[in-house]
């Protein structure tokens, strides 16, 4: 099978606002035991990959796998190719699908083939192709991101559409607190998603923040704490302590 392959990476986070979408429907019925075994094999391949990787494997959203679903026979429908192709964003089009969510990230590739189309050629182009680009791989091996949902749309049986989407929910937020119990007040450099921010945290004082992304906390004298999970940590005369 002869062709080319376009692809496309994006990243949001936090919540944006939401606004309205129009649906079109893609008539797919002589593709779709095909198509639906196309997405299936990319959700397979991308999670074995993430287990080599000693990454957790995602479980698919139904959430998710509408807003592919629904993305990707936009751009099969009018051509349209890009991640605000229809408008809006990843993250928009997920919760105008009911998705509440903390992270969305999204791939998207479309492949126009000049040849015979089957199910395997087409994951073997989509999955390596997103695989060897560095910013799809990123997307594919965050060790943060807990869903996914996986689609391919056609139009015409020579071009396909394929969007790949990652995500973390609201609900699987990461709550920290962090309590100062070394009897002086302390710099706290706070790093989320290469954002830094510096409070002063008086003695036998709290702070409290929920996060998205793994936190990695700073403060003179002491190595660096990095936190993936709800954790309350406690900061000594000795350095860092995980509450049990």
């Known amino acids: 099978m002869r062709g080319w392959l376009m692809l496309g990476c994006l990243i949001v986070s936090p919540l944006m606002a939401e606004e309205e979408s129009t649906a079109i429907a893609v008539d797919t019925e002589k593709d779709s035991p095909m198509i639906d075994q196309v997405e299936k094999a ?62 969305v990230r999204e791939n998207i590739a479309y492949r126009t083939n000049t040849g015979e189309v089957t199910a395997e050629s087409l994951v073997d182009i989509f999955v390596p192709g997103w695989i060897d680009s560095p910013p799809h791989r990123e997307n594919i091996v965050a060790p943060h991101l807990t869903q996914t949902g996986a689609a391919v749309a056609t139009k015409d049986q020579a071009t396909f559409y394929a969007v790949h989407l990652f995500g973390r929910p609201k609900s699987a937020q990461i709550e920290i607190s962090v309590l100062n ?64």
């Open 42 to 103: 990319i959700v397979k391949q991308i999670n074995d990959y993430r287990s080599k990787k000693n990454l957790r494997r995602l479980k698919v959203n139904d959430e998710l796998q509408t807003t592919a679903k629904k993305f990707a026979e936009f751009m099969a429908e009018s051509g349209k190719y890009g991640h605000h192709a229809d408008g809006k964003t990843p993250a928009e089009r997920a919760e105008a699908a009911g998705y509440e969510y903390c992270v």
């Open 181 to 244: 119990q070394s009897g002086e007040v302390q710099t706290l450099s706070i790093e989320t998603n290469e954002s830094v921010d510096e409070i002063e945290l008086p003695p036998r004082t709290t702070v409290s923040m929920k996060r998205c992304f793994p936190t990695t906390f700073q403060m003179d004298g002491l190595e660096a704490m990095t936190v993936d999970k709800s954790s309350e940590l406690v900061l000594t005369e000795a350095g860092w302590e995980v509450a049990e």
